[in-house]
């Protein structure tokens, strides 16, 4: 069998293909950011009314922190006395030249935050990841 095809079919056909590569690529991509994210769930009032009680909350550990941006930790330091809470949520106030941390709740009544056990530095932190899609 001798197949002939023209210029524009040619054209055509190697659009087609480039085009169905990056769809299929962006997918996968999208896949591996998709299975990438962690999943938590809102305890107490400490963020309210940016995260509520129950609310799930979804984090992504490939994001660096930056100023205003929530966060998802656990911190041995961190830790209330009798209070089985492990996993806090805060916002990132100031970052320091160590890059350690200084986080409140959006709560200031309510949270317990840097103002009661100081920065959070790297090496003191389990870090899980900056909240998305949250202001």
Same mark, same amino acid.
């Given at each position: ?5 023209? %210029?524009? +079919? ?20 999208? %896949? @591996? ?7 938590? +769930? ?6 309210? #009314? &940016? ?7 979804? &984090?992504? #550990?490939?994001?660096?922190? /930056? ?7 656990? =911190?041995?330091?961190? @830790?209330? +006395?009798?209070? *089985?809470?492990?996993?806090? &949520?805060?916002?990132?106030? *100031?970052?320091?030249?160590?890059? =350690?941390? !200084?986080?409140?709740?959006?709560? @200031?009544?309510? $949270?317990? *935050? $840097?103002?009661?056990?100081? !920065?959070? =530095?790297?090496? /003191?932190? +389990? ?5 998305? *899609? %949250?202001?």
């Amino acid at each position: 069998m001798n197949l002939k095809i023209n %210029k524009t +079919e040619a054209l055509f056909l190697m659009l087609f293909l480039l085009t169905t590569f990056l769809i299929v690529g962006k997918l996968i991509k999208d %896949k @591996k950011y998709q299975d990438s994210l962690q999943y938590f +769930e809102g305890i107490g009032d400490s963020m309210k #009314p &940016t995260i509520l009680d129950g609310e799930e909350i979804v &984090t992504d #550990p490939n994001l660096e922190a /930056e100023i205003n941006d929530i966060i998802v930790f656990s =911190c041995e330091k961190c @830790k209330i +006395e009798n209070d *089985d809470i492990d996993i806090l &949520t805060k916002r990132v106030l *100031d970052k320091n030249d160590k890059n =350690c941390f !200084w986080v409140e709740g959006d709560n @200031k009544v309510r $949270s317990h *935050d $840097s103002r009661n056990f100081g !920065w959070l =530095c790297p090496e /003191e932190i +389990e870090y899980f990841g900056v909240v998305s *899609d %949250k202001n």
